[in-house]
Nanobody, 120 residues
Framework: VQLQASGGGLVQAGGSLRLSCAAS????????MAWYRQAPGKQRELVAA???????NYADAVKDRFTISRDNAKNTVYLQMNSLKPEDTAVYYC???????????????WGQGTLVTVSS
């Protein structure tokens, strides 16, 4: 199973970016998909998560600015980021709980990370 993240880049404060993360490989099912971020010198933190049924959860710092969504048919999760702030600068990682086969349990997988830089 591989998670491929894309969509990062450099944006001015107040701007928007959309991140995508597609899961591929042997996939029987995916439960929670999420985005985490890690700023320089800080611990990785949860940004947003979404269940297979569409229930969402957000970090307080991004509520009302970021929107997580997913396309279950494409095994893809998205993060729409609006009103970006310099403190949103970080490497963003996608995470998914994947069940590779009928006979296996759900396991966490990580994408490679995509850098988001917000200039003031």
């Amino acid at each position: 199973v591989q998670l491929q993240a894309s969509g990062g880049g450099l944006v001015q404060a107040g701007g928007s970016l959309r991140l995508s993360c597609a899961a591929s490989g042997s996939i029987f099912g995916i439960n929670v998909m999420a985005w985490y971020r890690q700023a320089p010198g800080k611990q990785r933190e949860l940004v947003a998560a979404i269940t297979s049924g569409g229930n969402t959860n957000y970090a307080d710092a991004v509520k009302d600015r970021f929107t997580i969504s997913r396309d279950n048919a494409k095994n893809t999760v998205y993060l729409q980021m609006n009103s970006l702030k310099p403190e949103d600068t970080a490497v963003y990682y996608c995470n998914a709980g994947v069940r590779p086969s009928l006979f296996s349990s759900y396991r966490p997988y990580w994408g490679q990370g995509t850098l988001v830089t917000v200039s003031s």
